[in-house]
């Protein structure tokens, strides 16, 4: 599928998706159109991703059922893949660095932590199910992406900590994202085809090596 990182298909994809969420369609029933929709006017997986988060941005404490439903439905269609997915929930988090690109037309540029929890589930789900990975280079987008998540998680609890008076209680909403990436991290190390892939690059040691923090700069 050729890709387009034009305004008039982000536009496209964009109206298509909010109009599925507000009239409250569910994912099974509009596949074919999607399916359609990417024919004709093909985006990248992790635009498409940002897309679909950033439709569903929410309160705080709010998580819309249809967002998972609808990444997941994508993911099923191979209109993006894990790696994608991963990237664009790092993105519209506040662990992520300040970047330009947050300010564009893809709305709020950051959704809940119910919503990253919900996220992180999902792919934990389709990695244990052994539904992923696909391809070598998706198993290397992962790992790319997963060690973007961890010095971010790493930087954002080091900030936390210099701010906090010693007394303060810990984020309830950070720690349960954070678990929720930690199980993602144990799962995708776990499957079978993330390691068979591997072998290829990097020693069992070495790969597992990567997610130390000391050792982070290495993978770069």
Avoid at 89 to 107: A, E, F, Q, R
Avoid at 109 to 138: D, F, H, K, M
Avoid at 186 to 203: D, E, M, R, Y
């Amino acid at each position: 599928m050729a890709l387009s990182t034009s305004t008039e298909s982000s536009l496209q994809w964009s109206n298509v998706i909010e109009t599925c969420l507000r009239r409250r369609l569910r994912s099974d029933v509009v596949s074919d159109a999607l399916r359609e929709l990417a024919d004709q006017s093909p985006i990248h997986g992790s635009e498409l991703a940002t897309i679909v988060l950033r439709s569903g941005a929410q309160p705080r404490d709010g998580l819309d059922p249809l967002i998972p439903s609808y990444l997941n439905q994508l993911l099923q269609l191979l209109l993006l893949h894990s790696g994608d997915l991963l990237g664009a929930l790092l993105d519209v988090t506040p662990y992520s660095p300040p970047s330009g690109s947050k300010n564009d037309i893809h709305g709020p540029t950051s959704v809940s932590p119910a919503t990253q929890e919900s996220v992180l589930n999902l792919l934990s789900n389709l990695y244990a199910n052994a539904e992923r990975p696909l391809t070598y280079r998706e198993t290397l987008e992962v790992f790319r992406n997963l060690t973007s998540w961890l010095q971010a998680c790493n930087a954002f609890e080091a900030m936390l900590h210099v701010h906090a008076d010693g007394l303060q209680s810990p984020d309830m909403d950070v720690v349960v994202v954070f678990e929720a990436l930690g199980v993602f991290v144990a799962v995708f190390l776990g499957n079978a085809g993330v390691k068979s892939n591997i072998k290829s690059s990097l020693s069992p040691s070495e790969f597992r090596s990567s997610f130390v923090p000391g050792n982070w700069a290495k993978t770069e």
